[in-house]
Each structure stands twice: as C-alpha cells, then as structure tokens.
C-alpha cells in the first residue's frame, strides 16, 4: 500500500510540471500501483474484520475513501472561480496540485502508521467459500494460480457480473457524466465550472451510503446485502432516466449549444442526478467488499484481485465506446448489466444465507 501510494503522488506532482513523455509513463505506472493498492487494501480490510464487522468495515471504508470526491472538488471549485480567465491558468494549476501533492503524500505517511496485522482467529469468520489448503501465506505466484482457482467457482462467476457493472457505472459517474454536464451549453455560461459540482454531489451521495452502511453493519448481517444492492439498482435506474430526459444525447461526444434531451436542461435536477449517482455506487460497492471479506476469508487477496480486473476491464472497455456512442446507447448499456449484476449477486448472497442456515461450508 505505501508503495503504491507513492506513486499516486508521484503522477499528481507531474502536473506541476507536464510533460507527454512523462503524462504516458506515470500513467502505466499508475495503473499498475492502483491494482496493487486496490487488492492490499482489501486484502487488509479483511484480516482486520469479523464476518460481523465485515460490512461495518466496508461502509466506513469508503465514506472515508470518497471524501476526497467531496472535499476535493471543493476547492477545485473555488479554486478556479478565483479567476475570470476562460482558461485554467499556470498559476491556479500549480497551486491546486501542489496542495493535492502535499495531501497526497501526507495520506501516504499515514499508511506507515497502521497496526501490525493481528493474529487470524478462524473461528470468528464465517466462511462459504473455503478451501483446505489455503491457511498459509501463500506466495505471488501461489496468489495467481489461487486466483485462477476461484474462477471455477460459480459464486465467484457470477459475482464478476456484479463486478463488470460497477466498472461500467465508475466510468460513467466519473467521467461521462461530468462531460455530458459541462457540455450541454443551454446550463448556461458556467456550465464547464458545473462539473465540480456535480463531483461535490456524487461525493455526498458517496459518503452517505458508506455512512449508513457502515451504521447499519449489524442489520446488514441480519438482513442480508442484496436488500441494498437492490436499492442501488433502483436509485440507478432512476438516475439514467433522468440522465436520459435531461442530457442531449450528443453531450458525451462534442460540445452542445442548442441541443437538449427530452426537456429543457435543468441544473437541479442534473445535481440531483449527481447525488444518485454516488449513492447508487456506494450501494454496490460496499456490499462487494463485504461479500468478498465474508465469502472468501482465506483467499481475500485472489479475490479483491479479480474484482479490481474484471471492474478495470469493464471500465476501460466504457471509456473506449464513451467517445463514440450516443448518450442513450450508453444509457441502455447499463441498465442492462445493472439488471445482470444485481441478479447475479442476489443469487450469491441467497445461496450463500441457505448454505449457511443449513450447515454447509460450501456453495
């Protein structure tokens, strides 16, 4: 992790001076440490959690984690409203990423700060998914095979499905979202300076579902994680559709000035379907992690792994078709794999309660 971490802030401090050469680079670089980081983290959430604590664990995790959605456009926002220039000047730009450098790189101290890892205590983790031979520590090359191991298991093919989609919905929420917003030119003048606002909205969408997740660990333990998938789906159904109504549908490709979707553009509602969007995510994503920790205790590491590569492809495979595809061909995409993931991962969760009632140690 704090090798990892070194690198996101090492790829913020190269804006302060930006070169094409060193932009690729660090960029490959980067993509390598987000893998990394991503499955450590995970891996260290888990073996510091309880099937009890496990989806408490999850949704403090990430109110925590997206708080950089909220504070973080922020001061962006204010930031470059300091100026009246059209263009985001030398000075704003060196000033904004010398403070997330310096962020960056505290956060990054931080990680040489966290307990060592405790003892595991087997006996307070409920595992569905277990294996005999996965009590030790295994090794990179051990972890991979492991990993490709876990493919034949069938809760974890269908918990890929679930895993595609939130890769698909982070690159909307993240970056075509954003775009769509600040190039619909009927919101107005600002309409560029709007897209940090609707980061601060999909960040409070996002720490409010990790803070009440995280809140209502217990019951979700009582009552099961698909409850909350479910209701991200529905909150993300509800987002598209009023993406749909309120965007033009060329917003994602090129800058639009007299188009509008099927009504006239509406910054509030634009918000609100910001704040939905961050929401939704914060449903599916906690619940992830914490099916992932309760299912495969043992094989934590191999399993945050294939989660973070099935969400990469996915999301690398929506950034590709973003520049390309309508507004509503888009749309259409995601309803169907929000359709897909929320079943696949309510059949998981179901056959893992019933199991588990029944006395089973395995699906």
């Not at 690729?24 to 980067?30: A, T």
């Not at 003048?189 to 409010?208: D, R």
Request: charged share 10%; net charge positive.
């Amino acid at each position: 992790m704090f090798i990892s971490g070194a690198v996101y802030t090492g790829f913020i401090a190269i804006f302060l001076s930006l070169k094409i050469w060193s932009l690729y680079m660090m960029s490959v670089f980067l993509g390598i440490a987000a893998a990394l980081i991503w499955t450590a983290q995970g891996n260290f959430l888990t073996i510091n959690s309880t099937s009890e604590t496990m989806g408490r664990n999850s949704g403090i995790f990430w109110a925590m984690l997206q708080c950089s959605l909220l504070f973080g456009n922020i001061f962006i926002y204010f930031e470059i409203g300091k100026t009246s220039a059209t263009y985001i000047t030398e000075t704003t730009r060196t000033t904004i990423f010398l403070v997330l450098t310096s962020v960056s790189g505290i956060g990054v101290l931080i990680f040489l700060l966290l307990r060592k890892v405790p003892p595991r205590d087997e006996s307070s983790i409920q595992s569905t998914e277990q294996s005999p031979d996965t009590d030790v520590r295994l090794g990179p090359v051990q972890s991979l095979v492991r990993s490709f191991q876990l493919l034949k298991m069938k809760a974890m093919l269908l918990l890929m499905v679930c895993f595609f989609y939130t890769g698909l919905e982070l690159t909307y929420f993240s970056g075509v979202y954003g775009t769509c917003v600040g190039n619909t030119h009927l919101f107005g003048i600002k309409s560029k300076s709007y897209v940090a606002l609707c980061g601060i909205l999909i960040g409070c969408g996002e720490i409010l579902g990790g803070a009440i997740f995280g809140l209502m660990g217990r019951r979700t333990n009582k009552y099961g994680r698909d409850p909350i998938v479910l209701l991200g789906f529905i909150v993300h159904i509800i987002a598209f559709y009023l993406s749909l109504v309120n965007l033009p549908s060329g917003s994602p490709i090129s800058d639009t000035f007299n188009q509008e979707g099927y009504i006239q553009p509406n910054l509030a509602l634009a918000l609100v379907t910001a704040f939905l969007l961050g929401f939704g995510d914060a449903c599916f994503n906690t619940q992830v992690y914490s099916i992932l920790g309760y299912l495969f205790p043992n094989d934590s590491a191999p399993a945050f792994a294939l989660f973070k590569f099935t969400q990469s492809l996915s999301a690398a495979i929506a950034f590709f078709y973003a520049k390309h595809l309508l507004l509503h061909w888009q749309l259409l995409i995601l309803v169907v794999f929000a359709v897909l993931g929320t079943m696949s991962f309510a059949v998981v969760e179901w056959t893992a309660s019933r199991r588990v009632r029944e006395g089973y140690e395995k699906i």
